[in-house]
Protein backbone atom coordinates (compact mmCIF):
# COMPACT_ATOMS: atom_id res chain seq x y z
CA UNK A 1 0.00 0.00 0.00
CA UNK A 2 1.51 3.19 -0.92
CA UNK A 3 0.51 7.06 -1.19
CA UNK A 4 1.08 9.38 -3.20
CA UNK A 5 1.01 13.45 -3.31
CA UNK A 6 0.43 15.24 -6.36
CA UNK A 7 -0.35 17.99 -8.25
CA UNK A 8 -0.76 18.49 -11.82
CA UNK A 9 1.87 17.97 -13.89
CA UNK A 10 4.86 16.16 -13.16
CA UNK A 11 3.65 13.49 -10.46
CA UNK A 12 1.25 12.52 -13.18
CA UNK A 13 3.62 11.15 -15.44
CA UNK A 14 5.34 9.55 -12.24
CA UNK A 15 1.94 7.81 -11.54
CA UNK A 16 2.17 6.38 -15.37
CA UNK A 17 5.11 4.21 -14.37
CA UNK A 18 4.25 3.44 -10.82
CA UNK A 19 0.39 2.13 -12.59
CA UNK A 20 2.53 0.03 -15.05
CA UNK A 21 4.44 -2.39 -12.05
CA UNK A 22 2.59 -1.87 -9.07
CA UNK A 23 -1.08 -2.86 -8.15
CA UNK A 24 -3.63 -0.40 -9.05
CA UNK A 25 -5.81 -1.28 -6.36
CA UNK A 26 -2.81 -0.60 -3.63
CA UNK A 27 -2.58 3.12 -4.71
CA UNK A 28 -3.67 6.07 -3.02
CA UNK A 29 -3.34 9.46 -4.44
CA UNK A 30 -3.61 12.70 -2.37
CA UNK A 31 -4.56 15.26 -4.61
CA UNK A 32 -3.88 19.62 -4.28
CA UNK A 33 -7.16 21.33 -3.81
CA UNK A 34 -5.88 24.59 -3.82
CA UNK A 35 -6.16 25.64 -7.49
CA UNK A 36 -9.74 24.38 -7.88
CA UNK A 37 -12.38 27.15 -9.20
CA UNK A 38 -15.56 27.47 -10.61
CA UNK A 39 -15.35 28.75 -14.36
CA UNK A 40 -17.87 28.47 -16.90
CA UNK A 41 -20.69 27.25 -13.99
CA UNK A 42 -18.41 23.85 -14.09
CA UNK A 43 -16.54 23.03 -11.26
CA UNK A 44 -12.38 22.67 -12.01
CA UNK A 45 -10.54 20.49 -9.85
CA UNK A 46 -7.81 20.64 -12.43
CA UNK A 47 -5.27 18.60 -10.48
CA UNK A 48 -7.74 15.97 -9.90
CA UNK A 49 -8.94 15.55 -12.93
CA UNK A 50 -5.57 14.84 -14.12
CA UNK A 51 -4.58 12.50 -12.25
CA UNK A 52 -7.96 10.55 -12.69
CA UNK A 53 -7.57 11.08 -16.65
CA UNK A 54 -3.87 9.34 -16.31
CA UNK A 55 -4.99 6.54 -14.64
CA UNK A 56 -7.65 5.87 -17.20
CA UNK A 57 -5.14 6.38 -19.99
CA UNK A 58 -7.02 9.63 -21.01
CA UNK A 59 -4.81 12.45 -20.26
CA UNK A 60 -3.83 14.32 -23.34
CA UNK A 61 -0.11 14.23 -22.66
CA UNK A 62 0.14 18.04 -24.57
CA UNK A 63 -1.49 20.15 -21.71
CA UNK A 64 -1.08 17.83 -18.99
CA UNK A 65 -5.43 18.47 -18.57
CA UNK A 66 -8.12 17.57 -20.70
CA UNK A 67 -9.03 13.98 -22.23
CA UNK A 68 -6.90 13.57 -25.30
CA UNK A 69 -8.96 13.65 -28.47
CA UNK A 70 -11.57 15.51 -26.94
CA UNK A 71 -13.75 18.06 -29.15
CA UNK A 72 -14.08 21.47 -28.54
CA UNK A 73 -17.75 22.10 -29.50
CA UNK A 74 -19.06 23.90 -26.61
CA UNK A 75 -16.31 25.97 -26.22
CA UNK A 76 -15.76 27.01 -29.97
CA UNK A 77 -19.75 27.88 -29.75
CA UNK A 78 -19.50 29.83 -26.35
CA UNK A 79 -16.70 31.86 -28.37
CA UNK A 80 -19.19 32.18 -30.94
CA UNK A 81 -21.51 34.03 -29.06
CA UNK A 82 -19.15 36.02 -27.18
CA UNK A 83 -17.71 34.45 -24.20
CA UNK A 84 -14.22 33.52 -24.02
CA UNK A 85 -12.76 31.07 -21.92
CA UNK A 86 -9.44 31.33 -19.19
CA UNK A 87 -9.21 27.20 -19.90
CA UNK A 88 -9.59 25.89 -22.79
CA UNK A 89 -12.41 22.98 -22.12
CA UNK A 90 -13.10 19.94 -24.31
CA UNK A 91 -16.59 18.86 -24.75
CA UNK A 92 -16.02 15.06 -22.17
CA UNK A 93 -14.00 17.10 -19.91
CA UNK A 94 -16.24 19.83 -19.60
CA UNK A 95 -18.89 16.90 -18.59
CA UNK A 96 -16.76 15.83 -15.81
CA UNK A 97 -16.43 19.45 -14.61
CA UNK A 98 -20.05 20.09 -14.66
CA UNK A 99 -20.71 17.26 -13.00
CA UNK A 100 -18.75 18.35 -10.40
CA UNK A 101 -20.98 21.43 -9.66
CA UNK A 102 -24.13 19.92 -10.32
CA UNK A 103 -23.52 17.26 -7.78
CA UNK A 104 -21.92 20.06 -5.40
CA UNK A 105 -25.33 21.83 -5.94
CA UNK A 106 -26.60 18.74 -4.82
CA UNK A 107 -24.68 18.50 -1.53
CA UNK A 108 -22.48 15.97 -2.42
CA UNK A 109 -18.97 16.00 -0.88
CA UNK A 110 -15.84 16.24 -3.42
CA UNK A 111 -14.17 13.53 -2.03
CA UNK A 112 -17.65 11.77 -2.85
CA UNK A 113 -18.03 13.18 -6.68
CA UNK A 114 -14.56 11.99 -6.95
CA UNK A 115 -14.99 8.64 -5.93
CA UNK A 116 -18.01 8.21 -8.26
CA UNK A 117 -16.16 9.89 -10.94
CA UNK A 118 -13.07 7.67 -10.67
CA UNK A 119 -14.97 4.39 -10.64
CA UNK A 120 -17.31 5.51 -13.92
CA UNK A 121 -14.16 5.33 -15.50
CA UNK A 122 -12.86 2.25 -14.36
CA UNK A 123 -9.98 3.20 -11.85
CA UNK A 124 -9.17 1.15 -9.53
CA UNK A 125 -7.19 3.07 -7.57
CA UNK A 126 -8.18 5.61 -4.67
CA UNK A 127 -8.03 8.90 -5.41
CA UNK A 128 -8.49 11.44 -1.98
CA UNK A 129 -8.83 15.32 -2.73
CA UNK A 130 -6.83 16.82 -0.01
CA UNK A 131 -9.61 18.75 1.37
CA UNK A 132 -13.35 18.90 0.69
CA UNK A 133 -13.65 22.58 1.78
CA UNK A 134 -13.40 25.61 -1.11
CA UNK A 135 -10.05 26.28 -1.29
CA UNK A 136 -8.28 29.26 -2.79
CA UNK A 137 -4.67 30.43 -3.94
CA UNK A 138 -3.73 34.09 -4.07
CA UNK A 139 -0.43 35.33 -5.29
CA UNK A 140 0.83 38.94 -4.33
CA UNK A 141 3.05 40.31 -6.83
CA UNK A 142 5.13 42.99 -7.06
CA UNK A 143 3.71 44.28 -10.57
CA UNK A 144 -0.53 43.67 -10.00
CA UNK A 145 -1.01 43.45 -6.61
CA UNK A 146 -2.80 39.84 -5.05
CA UNK A 147 -4.04 37.98 -8.50
CA UNK A 148 -5.99 34.57 -8.64
CA UNK A 149 -3.46 31.36 -9.26
CA UNK A 150 -5.04 30.91 -12.96
CA UNK A 151 -4.16 34.72 -14.03
CA UNK A 152 -0.88 34.22 -12.81
CA UNK A 153 -0.21 31.02 -15.11
CA UNK A 154 -2.38 31.88 -18.23
CA UNK A 155 -3.44 35.69 -18.38
CA UNK A 156 -0.05 37.25 -16.89
CA UNK A 157 1.66 33.49 -18.11
CA UNK A 158 3.96 33.62 -14.99
CA UNK A 159 5.52 37.01 -16.01
CA UNK A 160 5.56 38.89 -12.84
CA UNK A 161 7.82 38.80 -9.38
CA UNK A 162 6.58 36.23 -6.21
CA UNK A 163 6.14 38.20 -3.03
CA UNK A 164 3.98 35.60 -1.57
CA UNK A 165 1.81 32.94 -1.87
CA UNK A 166 -1.34 32.44 0.12
CA UNK A 167 -3.95 29.55 0.10
CA UNK A 168 -6.88 29.76 2.41
CA UNK A 169 -7.12 27.82 5.73
CA UNK A 170 -8.52 24.11 4.84
CA UNK A 171 -10.03 21.32 6.78
CA UNK A 172 -8.23 17.83 5.52
CA UNK A 173 -10.76 15.65 3.75
CA UNK A 174 -10.96 13.01 6.72
CA UNK A 175 -9.68 9.71 4.46
CA UNK A 176 -6.30 11.73 3.98
CA UNK A 177 -4.60 11.18 7.14
CA UNK A 178 -5.95 7.76 7.43
CA UNK A 179 -4.53 6.78 4.13
CA UNK A 180 -1.03 8.26 5.11
CA UNK A 181 -1.65 5.65 8.16
CA UNK A 182 -1.84 2.91 6.35
CA UNK A 183 0.59 3.25 3.81
CA UNK A 184 4.17 1.24 3.69
CA UNK A 185 5.50 4.38 2.11
CA UNK A 186 4.55 7.61 1.24
CA UNK A 187 5.75 9.24 -2.64
CA UNK A 188 5.94 12.64 -3.25
CA UNK A 189 5.82 13.08 -7.11
CA UNK A 190 7.86 16.53 -9.00
CA UNK A 191 5.09 18.25 -8.44
CA UNK A 192 5.51 22.35 -7.58
CA UNK A 193 6.59 22.11 -3.98
CA UNK A 194 5.08 25.48 -3.25
CA UNK A 195 1.15 25.45 -4.99
CA UNK A 196 0.80 21.35 -4.83
CA UNK A 197 2.88 19.92 -2.52
CA UNK A 198 2.98 22.22 0.25
CA UNK A 199 -0.96 22.80 0.80
CA UNK A 200 -1.50 18.87 1.23
CA UNK A 201 1.35 18.89 3.76
CA UNK A 202 0.21 22.27 6.26
CA UNK A 203 -3.18 20.51 6.31
CA UNK A 204 -3.29 19.62 10.19
CA UNK A 205 -2.06 16.41 11.18
CA UNK A 206 -0.44 15.80 7.72
CA UNK A 207 2.98 16.35 8.93
CA UNK A 208 2.78 13.91 11.74
CA UNK A 209 1.49 11.48 10.08
CA UNK A 210 4.09 11.81 7.58
CA UNK A 211 7.05 11.91 9.99
CA UNK A 212 5.64 8.18 11.25
CA UNK A 213 6.19 6.88 7.60
CA UNK A 214 9.18 5.98 4.96
CA UNK A 215 8.54 8.93 2.98
CA UNK A 216 10.64 9.44 -0.35
CA UNK A 217 10.38 12.94 -2.77
CA UNK A 218 11.08 13.56 -6.25
CA UNK A 219 12.60 16.78 -6.95
CA UNK A 220 11.15 18.58 -9.89
CA UNK A 221 14.36 20.96 -10.29
CA UNK A 222 17.64 20.20 -11.87
CA UNK A 223 19.80 22.76 -11.06
CA UNK A 224 18.44 25.93 -10.58
CA UNK A 225 15.21 25.30 -13.33
CA UNK A 226 11.99 24.14 -12.76
CA UNK A 227 10.64 20.87 -14.98
CA UNK A 228 7.82 22.76 -15.41
CA UNK A 229 5.86 26.09 -14.61
CA UNK A 230 6.66 28.40 -12.23
CA UNK A 231 8.23 26.61 -9.42
CA UNK A 232 11.33 28.61 -9.50
CA UNK A 233 9.14 32.26 -8.48
CA UNK A 234 7.63 30.52 -5.41
CA UNK A 235 10.26 28.68 -3.91
CA UNK A 236 12.00 32.06 -4.00
CA UNK A 237 8.96 33.76 -2.26
CA UNK A 238 9.06 31.28 1.15
CA UNK A 239 12.67 31.73 0.90
CA UNK A 240 13.39 28.97 -0.32
CA UNK A 241 16.58 28.28 -3.16
CA UNK A 242 15.19 26.84 -6.06
CA UNK A 243 16.96 24.05 -6.74
CA UNK A 244 16.92 20.32 -5.06
CA UNK A 245 18.60 21.65 -1.84
CA UNK A 246 15.85 24.08 -1.71
CA UNK A 247 13.07 20.95 -1.79
CA UNK A 248 15.31 19.30 0.99
CA UNK A 249 14.78 22.06 3.31
CA UNK A 250 11.38 22.36 3.21
CA UNK A 251 10.57 18.50 3.73
CA UNK A 252 13.59 17.91 6.09
CA UNK A 253 11.51 17.59 9.05
CA UNK A 254 9.62 14.13 7.79
CA UNK A 255 11.78 13.30 4.09
CA UNK A 256 13.62 10.14 4.35
CA UNK A 257 14.73 9.99 0.90
CA UNK A 258 15.05 12.73 -1.83
CA UNK A 259 15.84 11.58 -5.74
CA UNK A 260 17.66 14.28 -7.97
CA UNK A 261 18.66 14.10 -11.01
CA UNK A 262 22.26 13.34 -12.69
CA UNK A 263 22.83 16.18 -13.30
CA UNK A 264 22.81 17.47 -9.66
CA UNK A 265 25.24 14.53 -8.72
CA UNK A 266 27.39 17.56 -7.79
CA UNK A 267 25.11 19.02 -4.95
CA UNK A 268 24.35 15.33 -3.63
CA UNK A 269 26.74 15.50 -0.16
CA UNK A 270 25.15 18.89 0.19
CA UNK A 271 21.92 17.02 0.29
CA UNK A 272 22.67 14.57 2.35
CA UNK A 273 23.56 17.15 5.12
CA UNK A 274 19.68 18.13 5.15
CA UNK A 275 18.19 14.82 4.93
CA UNK A 276 19.44 11.00 5.41
CA UNK A 277 19.28 9.38 1.92
CA UNK A 278 19.85 11.04 -2.00
CA UNK A 279 19.55 9.07 -4.82
CA UNK A 280 21.11 10.13 -8.24
CA UNK A 281 19.58 9.48 -11.26
CA UNK A 282 18.13 10.04 -14.23
CA UNK A 283 14.26 12.11 -13.08
CA UNK A 284 13.45 13.41 -16.85
CA UNK A 285 10.56 11.40 -17.86
CA UNK A 286 9.77 11.64 -21.50
CA UNK A 287 9.00 7.62 -22.20
CA UNK A 288 6.70 4.98 -20.70
CA UNK A 289 10.84 3.55 -20.01
CA UNK A 290 11.51 6.27 -17.91
CA UNK A 291 8.96 6.63 -16.50
CA UNK A 292 8.95 2.58 -15.09
CA UNK A 293 12.65 3.42 -14.46
CA UNK A 294 11.95 6.29 -12.31
CA UNK A 295 8.67 4.47 -10.23
CA UNK A 296 11.32 1.35 -9.67
CA UNK A 297 13.66 3.48 -7.94
CA UNK A 298 10.94 5.05 -5.72
CA UNK A 299 9.56 1.93 -4.92
CA UNK A 300 12.59 0.28 -4.11
CA UNK A 301 14.31 2.93 -2.15
CA UNK B 1 -43.84 47.00 -37.15
CA UNK B 2 -45.25 43.88 -35.37
CA UNK B 3 -45.06 42.06 -32.13
CA UNK B 4 -45.71 38.25 -31.86
CA UNK B 5 -46.50 36.57 -28.42
CA UNK B 6 -44.76 33.44 -28.36
CA UNK B 7 -44.52 30.06 -26.61
CA UNK B 8 -42.15 27.24 -27.71
CA UNK B 9 -43.63 25.38 -30.23
CA UNK B 10 -47.01 26.16 -32.33
CA UNK B 11 -46.19 30.61 -32.89
CA UNK B 12 -42.38 29.52 -34.59
CA UNK B 13 -43.75 27.60 -37.12
CA UNK B 14 -45.88 30.67 -37.63
CA UNK B 15 -42.66 33.20 -37.29
CA UNK B 16 -41.28 30.29 -39.71
CA UNK B 17 -43.63 31.93 -42.13
CA UNK B 18 -43.68 35.74 -41.30
CA UNK B 19 -40.15 35.97 -41.48
CA UNK B 20 -40.24 34.99 -45.21
CA UNK B 21 -42.51 37.61 -46.08
CA UNK B 22 -42.30 40.58 -43.84
CA UNK B 23 -39.11 42.32 -42.81
CA UNK B 24 -37.42 40.61 -39.66
CA UNK B 25 -36.24 44.19 -38.43
CA UNK B 26 -40.12 44.79 -38.08
CA UNK B 27 -40.85 42.04 -36.04
CA UNK B 28 -41.04 42.11 -32.37
CA UNK B 29 -41.14 38.72 -30.64
CA UNK B 30 -42.20 38.76 -26.69
CA UNK B 31 -41.63 35.48 -25.62
CA UNK B 32 -42.66 33.08 -22.64
CA UNK B 33 -40.48 32.78 -19.58
CA UNK B 34 -42.22 31.14 -16.94
CA UNK B 35 -41.28 27.90 -17.77
CA UNK B 36 -37.48 29.03 -17.71
CA UNK B 37 -35.17 27.38 -14.79
CA UNK B 38 -31.61 25.80 -14.06
CA UNK B 39 -30.59 22.73 -14.86
CA UNK B 40 -27.13 20.87 -15.23
CA UNK B 41 -25.75 23.81 -14.32
CA UNK B 42 -27.25 25.82 -17.00
CA UNK B 43 -29.81 28.28 -17.56
CA UNK B 44 -33.01 27.07 -19.58
CA UNK B 45 -35.28 29.25 -21.25
CA UNK B 46 -36.40 27.18 -23.60
CA UNK B 47 -38.94 29.00 -25.60
CA UNK B 48 -36.62 32.31 -26.20
CA UNK B 49 -34.08 29.24 -27.25
CA UNK B 50 -36.78 28.07 -29.81
CA UNK B 51 -37.82 31.73 -31.22
CA UNK B 52 -34.00 32.34 -31.79
CA UNK B 53 -32.79 29.50 -33.30
CA UNK B 54 -36.38 29.68 -35.77
CA UNK B 55 -35.52 32.92 -36.74
CA UNK B 56 -31.68 31.62 -37.50
CA UNK B 57 -32.99 28.42 -39.41
CA UNK B 58 -31.07 26.48 -36.94
CA UNK B 59 -34.24 24.96 -34.80
CA UNK B 60 -34.47 21.22 -34.53
CA UNK B 61 -37.73 20.81 -35.95
CA UNK B 62 -38.12 17.53 -35.09
CA UNK B 63 -38.58 18.43 -30.81
CA UNK B 64 -38.95 22.38 -31.85
CA UNK B 65 -36.14 22.70 -29.18
CA UNK B 66 -32.64 22.26 -29.98
CA UNK B 67 -30.09 22.85 -32.51
CA UNK B 68 -30.64 20.46 -35.38
CA UNK B 69 -27.63 18.38 -36.42
CA UNK B 70 -26.32 18.96 -33.03
CA UNK B 71 -23.91 16.59 -31.13
CA UNK B 72 -24.46 15.29 -27.59
CA UNK B 73 -20.86 14.18 -26.61
CA UNK B 74 -21.11 16.44 -22.82
CA UNK B 75 -24.81 14.63 -22.52
CA UNK B 76 -23.11 11.16 -23.53
CA UNK B 77 -20.50 11.84 -21.23
CA UNK B 78 -22.79 13.46 -18.34
CA UNK B 79 -24.60 10.07 -18.32
CA UNK B 80 -21.52 7.55 -19.24
CA UNK B 81 -20.71 9.13 -15.28
CA UNK B 82 -23.87 8.83 -13.88
CA UNK B 83 -25.50 12.10 -14.63
CA UNK B 84 -29.08 11.83 -16.27
CA UNK B 85 -30.69 14.84 -17.71
CA UNK B 86 -34.53 15.81 -17.93
CA UNK B 87 -33.68 17.49 -21.20
CA UNK B 88 -31.88 16.26 -23.87
CA UNK B 89 -29.00 18.96 -24.77
CA UNK B 90 -27.25 19.16 -27.15
CA UNK B 91 -24.07 20.59 -27.52
CA UNK B 92 -24.16 23.83 -28.98
CA UNK B 93 -27.76 24.49 -27.51
CA UNK B 94 -25.97 23.62 -24.15
CA UNK B 95 -23.28 26.47 -24.60
CA UNK B 96 -26.68 28.67 -25.50
CA UNK B 97 -27.94 27.46 -21.61
CA UNK B 98 -24.39 27.79 -20.34
CA UNK B 99 -23.61 31.30 -21.73
CA UNK B 100 -27.17 32.86 -19.94
CA UNK B 101 -26.36 31.38 -16.60
CA UNK B 102 -22.17 32.48 -17.11
CA UNK B 103 -23.86 35.86 -18.13
CA UNK B 104 -26.49 35.68 -14.93
CA UNK B 105 -23.59 35.37 -12.63
CA UNK B 106 -22.05 37.78 -14.21
CA UNK B 107 -25.10 40.01 -13.30
CA UNK B 108 -26.54 40.72 -16.88
CA UNK B 109 -30.43 40.63 -17.30
CA UNK B 110 -31.87 37.91 -19.19
CA UNK B 111 -33.39 40.94 -21.85
CA UNK B 112 -29.29 41.62 -22.29
CA UNK B 113 -27.97 38.56 -22.90
CA UNK B 114 -30.62 37.42 -25.48
CA UNK B 115 -29.68 40.80 -27.09
CA UNK B 116 -26.51 39.40 -27.41
CA UNK B 117 -26.94 36.05 -28.26
CA UNK B 118 -29.49 36.91 -31.25
CA UNK B 119 -27.38 39.07 -32.80
CA UNK B 120 -24.74 36.44 -32.29
CA UNK B 121 -27.23 34.14 -34.28
CA UNK B 122 -26.98 36.82 -36.83
CA UNK B 123 -30.53 37.82 -36.34
CA UNK B 124 -32.48 40.92 -36.88
CA UNK B 125 -35.59 40.56 -35.22
CA UNK B 126 -35.83 41.82 -31.96
CA UNK B 127 -36.55 38.51 -29.27
CA UNK B 128 -37.52 40.25 -25.40
CA UNK B 129 -38.18 37.78 -22.46
CA UNK B 130 -41.50 38.81 -20.99
CA UNK B 131 -39.81 38.97 -17.59
CA UNK B 132 -36.08 39.63 -16.45
CA UNK B 133 -37.39 37.86 -12.83
CA UNK B 134 -36.90 34.57 -12.06
CA UNK B 135 -40.12 32.52 -12.91
CA UNK B 136 -41.78 29.38 -12.01
CA UNK B 137 -44.88 27.71 -12.94
CA UNK B 138 -46.54 24.75 -10.68
CA UNK B 139 -49.31 22.33 -11.72
CA UNK B 140 -50.88 21.58 -9.49
CA UNK B 141 -51.87 18.07 -9.90
CA UNK B 142 -54.98 15.30 -8.86
CA UNK B 143 -52.45 12.27 -8.86
CA UNK B 144 -48.80 14.10 -7.88
CA UNK B 145 -50.05 17.09 -5.64
CA UNK B 146 -47.75 20.33 -6.90
CA UNK B 147 -45.24 19.36 -9.46
CA UNK B 148 -42.91 21.12 -11.52
CA UNK B 149 -43.70 22.39 -15.36
CA UNK B 150 -40.81 19.84 -16.61
CA UNK B 151 -41.70 17.15 -14.47
CA UNK B 152 -45.53 17.01 -15.81
CA UNK B 153 -44.08 17.11 -19.36
CA UNK B 154 -41.37 14.80 -19.28
CA UNK B 155 -41.24 12.59 -16.10
CA UNK B 156 -45.28 12.19 -15.86
CA UNK B 157 -45.17 12.83 -19.71
CA UNK B 158 -48.87 14.81 -18.95
CA UNK B 159 -50.88 11.85 -17.86
CA UNK B 160 -51.91 13.70 -14.86
CA UNK B 161 -55.06 15.19 -13.88
CA UNK B 162 -54.76 19.38 -13.61
CA UNK B 163 -55.96 21.10 -10.62
CA UNK B 164 -54.68 24.06 -11.17
CA UNK B 165 -51.28 26.07 -12.92
CA UNK B 166 -49.86 28.57 -11.10
CA UNK B 167 -46.64 30.84 -11.61
CA UNK B 168 -45.16 33.20 -9.80
CA UNK B 169 -45.73 37.54 -9.40
CA UNK B 170 -43.47 38.69 -12.07
CA UNK B 171 -42.42 42.28 -13.38
CA UNK B 172 -42.65 42.86 -17.28
CA UNK B 173 -39.65 43.88 -19.24
CA UNK B 174 -39.05 47.14 -19.60
CA UNK B 175 -39.28 46.69 -23.33
CA UNK B 176 -42.51 44.60 -23.98
CA UNK B 177 -45.05 47.53 -23.31
CA UNK B 178 -43.33 50.18 -25.60
CA UNK B 179 -42.83 46.77 -28.29
CA UNK B 180 -46.85 46.47 -27.77
CA UNK B 181 -47.68 50.18 -28.18
CA UNK B 182 -45.11 51.13 -30.99
CA UNK B 183 -46.78 48.08 -33.09
CA UNK B 184 -49.30 48.24 -35.87
CA UNK B 185 -50.60 44.46 -34.99
CA UNK B 186 -50.09 42.25 -32.15
CA UNK B 187 -49.94 38.32 -33.25
CA UNK B 188 -50.32 35.67 -31.05
CA UNK B 189 -49.55 32.28 -32.27
CA UNK B 190 -51.29 28.96 -32.02
CA UNK B 191 -48.98 28.58 -28.44
CA UNK B 192 -50.48 26.95 -25.15
CA UNK B 193 -53.03 29.75 -23.83
CA UNK B 194 -52.08 28.81 -20.20
CA UNK B 195 -48.75 28.33 -20.16
CA UNK B 196 -47.45 30.32 -23.33
CA UNK B 197 -49.68 32.97 -23.67
CA UNK B 198 -51.67 33.67 -20.30
CA UNK B 199 -48.58 34.35 -18.52
CA UNK B 200 -47.31 37.29 -20.93
CA UNK B 201 -50.86 38.68 -20.57
CA UNK B 202 -51.07 38.41 -17.01
CA UNK B 203 -48.16 41.48 -16.44
CA UNK B 204 -48.61 44.55 -15.20
CA UNK B 205 -49.79 46.44 -18.48
CA UNK B 206 -49.76 44.33 -20.84
CA UNK B 207 -53.97 43.81 -21.14
CA UNK B 208 -54.52 47.39 -21.14
CA UNK B 209 -51.64 48.11 -23.82
CA UNK B 210 -53.24 45.24 -25.75
CA UNK B 211 -57.15 47.12 -25.62
CA UNK B 212 -55.71 49.70 -27.76
CA UNK B 213 -53.66 47.69 -30.66
CA UNK B 214 -55.21 45.36 -33.36
CA UNK B 215 -54.81 42.04 -31.96
CA UNK B 216 -55.29 38.92 -33.70
CA UNK B 217 -54.44 35.54 -32.02
CA UNK B 218 -54.26 31.95 -34.58
CA UNK B 219 -55.93 29.51 -32.17
CA UNK B 220 -53.93 26.34 -31.08
CA UNK B 221 -57.38 23.90 -30.97
CA UNK B 222 -59.62 22.29 -34.15
CA UNK B 223 -62.31 20.21 -32.28
CA UNK B 224 -61.71 19.74 -28.40
CA UNK B 225 -58.38 18.69 -29.64
CA UNK B 226 -55.03 21.00 -29.01
CA UNK B 227 -52.42 20.91 -32.17
CA UNK B 228 -49.57 19.48 -29.50
CA UNK B 229 -48.96 19.40 -26.16
CA UNK B 230 -51.14 19.37 -23.35
CA UNK B 231 -53.08 23.06 -23.68
CA UNK B 232 -56.17 20.94 -23.31
CA UNK B 233 -55.46 19.74 -19.37
CA UNK B 234 -54.67 23.14 -18.56
CA UNK B 235 -57.53 25.40 -20.18
CA UNK B 236 -59.97 22.77 -18.27
CA UNK B 237 -57.91 23.75 -15.30
CA UNK B 238 -58.78 27.64 -15.50
CA UNK B 239 -62.56 27.03 -16.75
CA UNK B 240 -62.12 27.28 -20.76
CA UNK B 241 -63.53 25.07 -22.62
CA UNK B 242 -61.07 23.40 -24.59
CA UNK B 243 -61.98 24.99 -28.04
CA UNK B 244 -61.57 28.01 -30.04
CA UNK B 245 -64.48 29.10 -27.94
CA UNK B 246 -62.49 28.71 -24.74
CA UNK B 247 -59.38 30.82 -26.43
CA UNK B 248 -62.28 33.58 -27.57
CA UNK B 249 -63.78 33.45 -23.99
CA UNK B 250 -59.74 33.59 -22.96
CA UNK B 251 -58.76 36.47 -24.88
CA UNK B 252 -61.51 38.20 -25.27
CA UNK B 253 -61.25 41.82 -23.30
CA UNK B 254 -58.60 42.45 -26.21
CA UNK B 255 -59.17 40.23 -29.21
CA UNK B 256 -59.76 41.84 -32.82
CA UNK B 257 -60.01 38.72 -35.22
CA UNK B 258 -60.10 34.68 -34.03
CA UNK B 259 -58.39 32.55 -37.12
CA UNK B 260 -59.57 28.55 -36.70
CA UNK B 261 -59.19 26.02 -38.70
CA UNK B 262 -61.47 24.66 -41.24
CA UNK B 263 -62.56 21.91 -39.40
CA UNK B 264 -64.11 24.11 -36.77
CA UNK B 265 -66.01 26.04 -39.78
CA UNK B 266 -69.41 25.24 -37.55
CA UNK B 267 -68.03 27.12 -34.99
CA UNK B 268 -67.47 30.64 -36.33
CA UNK B 269 -71.18 32.07 -35.34
CA UNK B 270 -71.19 31.17 -31.93
CA UNK B 271 -67.42 32.15 -31.68
CA UNK B 272 -68.60 35.89 -33.38
CA UNK B 273 -70.67 36.59 -30.53
CA UNK B 274 -67.46 36.65 -28.07
CA UNK B 275 -65.23 38.55 -30.41
CA UNK B 276 -66.04 40.64 -33.79
CA UNK B 277 -63.92 38.49 -36.46
CA UNK B 278 -63.05 35.39 -37.14
CA UNK B 279 -61.41 34.07 -40.21
CA UNK B 280 -61.65 30.63 -40.47
CA UNK B 281 -58.73 28.56 -42.90
CA UNK B 282 -56.07 26.19 -42.46
CA UNK B 283 -54.40 26.16 -39.49
CA UNK B 284 -52.50 22.92 -39.61
CA UNK B 285 -48.47 24.43 -40.44
CA UNK B 286 -46.58 21.04 -42.22
CA UNK B 287 -44.97 22.82 -44.93
CA UNK B 288 -43.60 25.94 -45.42
CA UNK B 289 -46.42 27.23 -47.77
CA UNK B 290 -48.77 26.18 -45.10
CA UNK B 291 -47.07 28.71 -42.76
CA UNK B 292 -46.46 31.36 -45.12
CA UNK B 293 -50.49 31.02 -46.03
CA UNK B 294 -51.32 31.23 -42.66
CA UNK B 295 -48.94 33.90 -42.01
CA UNK B 296 -50.45 36.19 -44.84
CA UNK B 297 -53.92 36.26 -43.23
CA UNK B 298 -52.53 36.82 -40.31
CA UNK B 299 -50.64 39.86 -41.70
CA UNK B 300 -53.39 40.90 -43.47
CA UNK B 301 -56.14 40.79 -41.42
Known sequence: MITILSGGTGTPKLIQGIKEIYPEEDITVIVNTVENLYMSRGYI?????TVMYTFADLIDEEFWYGIKGDTFIVREQLIEMGTEELLRLGDKDRATKLQKAILMDEGWTLTDIVELQKNKLGINATILP???????????TKEYGDIEFHDFLIKYQCNCEVLEVKYGDVSPSP?????????????FGP???ITSIRPIIS???VEEALKEK???AVSPFVGKSA?????????NAFGYETSSKGVAELYKSFLNTLVIDNQDADFKEEIKEIIPNVIVCNTFM???????NLAKIVLDN
Chains 1, 2 share one sequence.
Open 203 to 205: LKG
Open 130 to 140: MSDDESEITIA
Open 227 to 235: FSGPAGQFM
Open 175 to 187: KIIEAIENSDKVI
Open 45 to 49: AADID
Open 286 to 292: KTIEDKI
Open 191 to 193: SNP
Open 214 to 216: EVI
